[in-house]
């Protein structure tokens, strides 16, 4: 269906300088209900039909995963390393990360608020992208230079998934046992995944999620 809200990526700010946007979603909650009824050729004889159909498959045990994976999102996302290296342990879908072998790093960095030391925090990561950028002003390539830098450092990624794997990501990355920082970006995605997919996302709410959080 292209982009979501015309052609105006929809983004949520999340931490101190990152975000998370929804940039193409395909099927919707269309394409879960063509992917259960094509199984017994059958029809909706009102749109509560579907609507019902939805929330049977979300709640029935075992699940019915397969319908949910014809809907496909790709999301852009601009968070700290340590989120980004915890959000790809998650082999379920594909990703494609800003290389810092090829580009030069951006002196952006996460600064948790509320805690000591965010001064002595701050001055190690400005030494950090001070040697940085003097090792490649020496001639290091970038790929040996970036070593310097700490894993607070903003990266960016494109992150391609069905609706069956965003969900699956969202139950673990919600808990409250999740790190705190991923948790605000797997809120924020449900936010948006509410918008997209509203029937789905609903039925996900009340049966899968709740029992999480």
């Not at 059958?42 to 929330?55: F, K, N, T």
């Not at 960095?109 to 040697?131: C, K, Q, S």
């Amino acid at each position: 269906m292209g982009l979501l809200w015309g052609d105006i990526m929809k983004r949520i700010p999340v931490l101190d300088k990152g975000w998370v946007q929804l940039e193409e979603c395909m099927g919707g909650d269309e394409a879960v209900i063509r992917g259960a009824r094509i199984c017994y050729q059958s029809h909706a004889q009102s749109p509560e039909d579907d609507v019902r159909l939805i929330r049977r498959l979300m709640k029935s045990e075992p699940k019915h995963n397969t319908v949910f994976e014809h809907a496909v999102f790709r999301w852009g996302v601009k968070c700290p390393i340590f989120v980004a290296r915890q959000w790809m342990r998650h082999r379920i879908g594909s990703f494609n990360e800003k290389s810092l072998r090829y580009c030069a790093a951006s002196r952006e960095y996460y600064v948790p608020v509320d805690e000591p030391h965010t001064d002595e925090y701050i001055r190690h990561m400005e030494a950090g992208f001070d040697l940085y950028e003097k090792l490649i002003a020496a001639g290091w390539k970038k790929e040996r230079a970036r070593a310097v830098l700490g894993l607070g450092v903003y990266t960016e990624f494109i992150w391609t998934v069905n609706a069956w794997s965003l969900m699956n990501w969202l139950t673990k990355r919600i808990h409250p046992s999740a790190q705190w920082e991923h948790r605000q970006y797997a809120l924020s995605v449900l936010q948006l995944y509410e918008e997209a997919m509203p029937i789905t996302a609903q039925a996900f709410k009340e049966f899968v999620l709740k029992q999480v959080i």
